[in-house]
């Protein structure tokens, strides 16, 4: 009777440490510091195995930069990887401040930032493109579902250069499936530059008791 005690004891101690915790409206709170597990897809977003088809632009485009071991990426010159470039690097962790109307991501590297506005607002029709783009969520039961369209042609989708358009919508399903533990879906869709859209599911961990540093870039001299 004690051995099946303490073994009921115990699995009620794992389900308390992997419950998701819960924001005052019910919603997962995703708030915290993250970083990938791996540097997999930051280095190639098709490394699930994803057969990607590409127009004949960015075909051409992708074998230049290819055959130039990514040399010449934004990330060189100290600018934003742009989304989903800039969640993917193991070692460059981001905070997510979570609020009722906007979720806030404060990257580590070079003081970056995202804004997730989940008030229900609508796309701009006017959003110039920027290296962040432009950002809306709304909640799908427990996960979140970001959307982001007006992304400067100057990102790369990874290191190793996969390029897209300026008709790029990138989609990002957020699931807390524990407390140390997030996956995220990354949905491509780009049909000037990709026959079909693809997706992978990216693992993030939490860093906990830790702060966000702050890190300057630095271009090196050629």
């Not at 794992?14 to 990938?36: E, F, N, T």
């Not at 130039?68 to 401040?97: Q, Y």
């Not at 290191?159 to 491509?188: C, N």
């Amino acid at each position: 009777m004690a051995a099946l005690i303490a073994f009921l004891l115990c699995g009620v101690s794992h389900a308390q440490q992997d419950s998701v915790p819960r924001m005052p409206d019910g919603k997962p709170d995703l708030s915290g510091i993250w970083r990938s597990a791996s540097n997999r897809y930051l280095t190639d977003l098709s490394a699930g195995g994803a057969q990607l088809s590409m127009q004949p632009w960015a075909r051409a485009l992708y074998d230049e930069r290819s055959a130039a071991h990514g040399k010449g990426r934004p990330s060189e010159r100290c600018l934003p990887r742009g989304v989903p470039g800039m969640m993917l690097a193991r070692d460059e962790p981001w905070k997510v401040v979570q609020t009722p109307g906007v979720i806030v991501i404060l990257f580590h590297d070079s003081l970056h930032y995202r804004q997730i506005f989940t008030d229900g607002r609508p796309f701009p029709d006017d959003a110039a493109p920027t290296w962040i783009g432009y950002s809306v969520g709304r909640w799908d039961r427990d996960d979140l579902v970001v959307e982001t369209i007006g992304l400067t042609e100057e990102t790369w989708l990874d290191e190793v250069g996969h390029p897209h358009s300026d008709a790029l919508r990138v989609t990002e399903r957020f699931r807390r499936r524990t407390v140390r533990m997030m996956d995220v879906d990354v949905t491509i869709d780009d049909p000037k530059a990709y026959a079909r859209p693809w997706t992978v599911t990216v693992r993030f961990e939490l860093v906990p008791s830790a702060d966000l540093g702050e890190q300057r870039c630095a271009v090196l001299p050629r």
